[in-house]
């Protein structure tokens, strides 16, 4: 079966930074175009990140310039680099895959055309 598993979430102060990991098995994702969502408390999910399989990246406009995605794909991995975080960064950040190599200005933020999701890693930014 295939596994998306995040790691890394936790308190950070405004201004400070986190790394999120998310971690595949069960499949080699080296082809799958990838991406990050945030779900924040009364908020809808919304799409963070995303990176092509030839290392294209995505970003919504509020993160660009702070947050940084990338790939291990030796290690079968996804990475969120956040910095500068802001009170509006807080929330549940869940990890997909499309199990398939499209990816795009639009398509990364297809979140219905991504199959496997991770359980999510809680992230809250305060002062």
């Known amino acids: 079966q295939v596994r998306l598993v995040e790691s890394g979430g936790g308190s950070a102060q405004i201004g400070g930074s986190l790394r999120l990991s998310c971690k595949v098995t069960?499949?080699?994702?080296?082809?799958?175009?990838m991406a990050w969502f945030r779900r924040a408390p009364e908020k809808e999910r919304e799409p963070v990140a995303g990176i092509s399989p030839g290392r294209v990246k995505y970003y919504t406009d509020s993160v660009k310039g702070r947050f940084s995605i990338s790939r291990d794909d030796a290690e079968n991995t996804l990475f969120l680099q956040m910095s500068r975080l802001t009170p509006e960064d807080s929330g549940v950040y869940v990890c997909?895959?499309?199990?398939?190599?499209?990816?795009?200005?639009?398509?990364?933020?297809?979140?219905?055309?991504?199959?496997?999701w991770g359980q999510g890693t809680q992230v809250t930014v305060s002062s």
């Open positions: 997909a895959s499309k199990g398939v190599d499209l990816c795009g200005s639009t398509l990364w933020r297809d979140q219905a055309a991504f199959i496997n």
């Open positions: 069960g499949v080699t994702s080296a082809s799958y175009c």
